[in-house]
């Protein structure tokens, strides 16, 4: 199954066998935990590896497929955040925080952040080239 996940890259950014997908398995899983979240009105943050945005060659082979299943939870879903691109990345889209940590590779600092969670609001403290973000939450009960 991964072969036709790689296979539909072609021609597309993100076209390279480092990247990788989410299958069917896992998204059947993460859908049953996004419907418990929304029953329980529970807010979630979404950990992958990869990253779904901004979009850039690192991302998941099946990156839309992901972000269109997360959007349908987006009253729940604060943010995702991701890895493998080295430099970070962040976009916001209908509500989700997709933040990339900046990698400790191909340099000589050191570099992580500290996710703090607070009812309106998340606070990413970076150190080493991970920026400070402040990423407001609260505008999620005005998107539709």
């Not at 072609?10 to 418990?36: C, F, M, P, R, V």
């Not at 807010?43 to 099946?62: G, Q, R, S």
């Not at 403290?125 to 920026?131: C, H």
Request: overall charge positive; hydrophobic content about 35%.
């Amino acid at each position: 199954m991964i072969d036709a996940y790689y296979k539909k890259t072609i021609g597309k950014q993100n076209h390279y066998d480092w990247n990788s997908a989410i299958g069917i398995e896992q998204q059947n899983w993460l859908k049953e935990e996004l419907k418990t979240a929304k029953k329980l009105n529970q807010k979630v943050i979404l950990f992958c590896h990869m990253p779904l945005l901004p979009k850039d060659a690192t991302n998941l082979w099946n990156s839309k497929e992901i972000i269109k299943l997360i959007e349908k939870y987006r009253k729940n879903v604060v943010a995702f955040v991701s890895g493998h691109r080295h430099e970070g990345g962040y976009a916001y889209k209908k509500g989700i925080h997709y933040i990339g940590i900046y990698g400790m590779l191909n340099t000589e600092i050191s570099s992580y952040g500290i996710l703090e969670l607070y009812n309106n609001k998340l606070i990413l403290k970076g150190y080493g080239n991970q920026k400070d973000m402040l990423l407001e939450t609260i505008k999620k009960q005005n998107n539709h």
